[in-house]
């Protein structure tokens, strides 16, 4: 019987990762994939979750997202299918159960509680990556290099865009986008990130303007 543990991925590409209580078919194939490592612990039971986005600005000021429980946990590992939906699992109630049959999954090689979703490195990028968007930004005199747009007066709408991949990151290789355009590029899933929205609600009309040509 062990200690109660939720895991789950922080560092993310905009789509919001599932949080993880048990040794779920998820985990045992992100384990086989050799992706595990990808997961940090946390005992935080308020259902808030620490996350990171890649080539987001935000990613200086951590924000918690509220996150749901795993399919795969709630209906094979836990069997609570038709008990509980994947956004009202209760989880600090979980948390504080005596639960004698409970195997958590395996945390060895995991990131926290120690070293916690905050202090855990961000993966992939250099430790000077502030600095290197911040002059990525600069030289484009806080203008989207697609549509344009200027942001000087709300820079944190303008990322740093990578052209190829986060292991490169000389100023070639590294584009500024404002956060409509950054969402439009392959696999960046970013359109439900409250960033994205609060600028369509802000600069939409300019940005659907700019890119309409
Ligand atoms: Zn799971
Ligand atoms: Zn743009
Ligand atoms: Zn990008």
Redesign the pocket.
């Known amino acids: 019987q062990g200690r109660k543990v939720v895991l789950y991925i922080r560092d993310v590409m905009g789509s919001l990762p599932k949080y993880h209580v048990v040794d779920c078919r998820t985990l045992r194939g992100m384990r086989n994939a050799g992706k595990y490592k990808r997961y940090v612990v946390t005992r935080r039971t308020d259902g808030e979750f620490l996350l990171n986005f890649?080539?987001n600005l935000s990613r200086d000021n951590p924000e918690t997202y509220r996150l749901d429980i795993c399919k795969n946990c709630l209906w094979k590992e836990l069997n609570l299918r038709y008990v509980y939906t994947p956004d009202a699992f209760p989880l600090a109630d979980w948390f504080n159960a005596i639960d004698p049959g409970y195997a958590p999954p395996p945390t060895d090689a995991l990131y926290g509680p120690k070293i916690t979703p905050i202090t855990r490195p961000i993966s992939n990028y250099p430790p000077d990556w502030n600095l290197r968007s911040l002059q990525c930004r600069k030289n484009a005199e806080w203008k989207c290099e697609v549509c344009s747009i200027d942001l000087r007066l709300a820079p944190k709408f303008l990322?740093?865009?990578?052209l190829r991949g986060t292991g490169y990151n000389q100023p070639k290789d590294l584009?500024a986008?404002c956060i409509g355009c950054?969402a439009e590029?392959p696999s960046?899933y970013m359109k439900h990130l409250p960033d994205y929205l609060e600028f369509m609600e802000l600069h939409g009309d300019t940005w659907k303007q700019l890119t309409s040509n």
């Open positions: 890649a080539d990322h740093a865009h990578h584009q986008l950054h590029q960046h």
